[in-house]
């Protein structure tokens, strides 16, 4: 298949699922109460640490080592085996760990040792899953890529809609119905794809075992640590004020991950085969070209609607989230946007540098600064004004990790974090905001839609009057065809 073919299915398939979770959301808002939606949020977020914790490091590992263009399969053997003999090895630690936390009664941020059990069966799934779709995309296997990641929303949709709304089950119905979807999803994938009957991780050399402990273990604290550092957040809210508390709090940050986030990670899943090929085929100029790309289509799509979503934040919740949620919601938005633009930045692009130039031990500094500065900020800040004040400790946070990133970054590639094409998609951002800015009370539904597609309208316009390239290259081709068309 053709790489652009490639990248249009797995975009597909990121888009669909990422909307239906973001679908997920708006459901759970409105059959949960605060107190059961912090607790899943809570539980779910603990799971998803301990993935990164455990795991990630190995898929990221994967993802940079497992590509052999010398095999029929694409994947070389011997470094497959030794990967998963690995990730055996510390799955067993894992589960053994997990039987110890709950025998002994050992909670944590106000969740109870009873969710350990899910919290490991959660972590163990979404390993699996991720791993899976990550070897996809390394083969260029999209199409088995769309269906595994399609299915897993779906299912875990329909099934924690039947157990909440049916029966009963609250914040446990949501979680099952995520577990079961990623194991089923898992299971089938791994059944239908002859290379994992190939896979003999009891054969894993010593030399290969060692070669991807080298390369890998620098990446075991700077996962553990961006994880952390993304939740931290919500640990120390249900620290100090409580489930309830982390669900007004989690709400709006979950719109983020299914909108703002969803779209720049979406870039960066697709854009990151190519910048590894383009460093190794290339090397480091073709690599910085591809990531000043990269973030022109970030920020083309991040930035506009961080504004949006910050300027039109009281009709967004009213329209998005249930009743419970829309008052807190809309005094957090701006802020949590915010933070999770800059987050986004410095995951997305920035330790990108890091990654494809090898430099693993780099990778630690972000996501430790920001733990570094979240935390005391954090208290603070909930100490004097309540959940605003976690959120605004979270924006100098993420401030604070991105200037030091962007230091380190152009340190390894000579990377531009400012061009022309950049600042005019900021000033068409700026501009769009202004726009908006006179109706940034407005809560009616449906003037809010219309809202949103007015700004959308402005910013494209803004965008061709600025003539940033990428713009007036569509305008263009779109002329270009109705001129031809026949009359």
Not at 107 to 129: I, N, S, Y
């Amino acid at each position: 298949m053709k790489p652009r073919s490639n990248a249009a299915i797995v975009t597909a398939a990121t888009v669909i699922g990422s909307g239906l979770n973001f679908v997920a959301t708006l459901v759970w808002t409105r059959l949960l109460d605060p107190g059961a939606f912090g607790l899943y949020a809570l539980v779910s977020a603990a799971a998803v640490l301990l993935n990164a914790m455990l795991f990630e490091w190995l898929r990221l590992v994967g993802a940079r080592t497992l590509y052999d263009p010398a095999e029929p399969s694409g994947i070389n053997p011997a470094r497959a085996d030794a990967l998963f003999g690995i990730y055996a090895v510390v799955a067993l630690v894992f589960a053994a760990a997990v039987g110890l936390l709950y025998a002994f009664g050992i909670g944590f941020a106000d969740v109870a040792a009873r969710w350990w059990p899910v919290m490991a069966a959660f972590t163990l799934t979404e390993m699996a899953l991720t791993i899976i779709q990550t070897i996809y995309r390394l083969r260029m296997r999209s199409w088995p890529y769309f269906w595994n990641a399609v299915a897993r929303s779906v299912t875990s949709i329909l099934l924690g809609l039947a157990l909440v709304h049916y029966a009963g089950l609250g914040a446990l119905g949501t979680l099952l119905g995520i577990v079961v979807a990623q194991g089923v999803v898992a299971v089938a994938s791994v059944l239908a794809d002859p290379l994992w009957r190939a896979v003999r991780p009891w054969r894993a050399s010593r030399a290969q075992v060692t070669a991807a402990l080298q390369l890998g273990y620098p990446l075991i604290a700077s996962c553990a640590l961006t994880y952390a550092a993304g939740f931290a957040d919500r640990f120390l809210v249900g620290s100090t004020l409580g489930a309830h508390a982390v669900g007004l709090y989690a709400a709006p940050v979950d719109l983020l991950q299914k909108t703002l986030v969803f779209m720049m990670m979406t870039i960066n899943l697709t854009g990151y085969p190519a910048l590894v090929r383009a460093y190794e085929d290339r090397g480091p100029a073709a690599a910085v070209a591809t990531l000043d790309n990269n973030l022109q289509l970030q920020l083309g799509l991040g930035l506009p609607a961080a504004v949006g979503l910050m300027v039109l934040a009281p009709g967004i919740v009213h329209l998005l989230l249930g009743p419970a949620f829309r008052d807190e919601g809309a005094r957090l938005l701006p802020l949590v946007g915010a933070a999770a633009l800059l987050r986004c930045l410095v995951t997305f692009h920035l330790m990108m540098a890091f990654q494809v130039t090898r430099r693993m031990k780099w990778m630690i500094v972000p996501p430790l600064t920001t733990l570094a500065a979240v935390i005391p900020a954090g208290l603070i800040g909930i100490r004097l004004a309540g959940l605003p004040g976690m959120a605004l400790a979270a924006v100098l946070a993420q401030a604070l990790c991105y200037t030091l990133s962007a230091i380190l970054a152009k340190r390894v590639l000579p990377i531009r974090l400012i061009t022309p094409e950049i600042a005019k998609i900021a000033l068409a951002a700026i501009g769009m905001g202004l726009a908006l800015l006179p109706f940034r009370s407005v809560t009616d539904p449906v003037t809010t839609v219309a809202l949103v597609t007015l700004g959308g309208a402005v910013y494209a316009v803004l965008l061709v009057v600025l003539r940033v390239p990428a713009a007036t290259r569509l305008v263009g081709a779109v002329s270009g065809r109705l001129r031809r068309r026949p009359a």
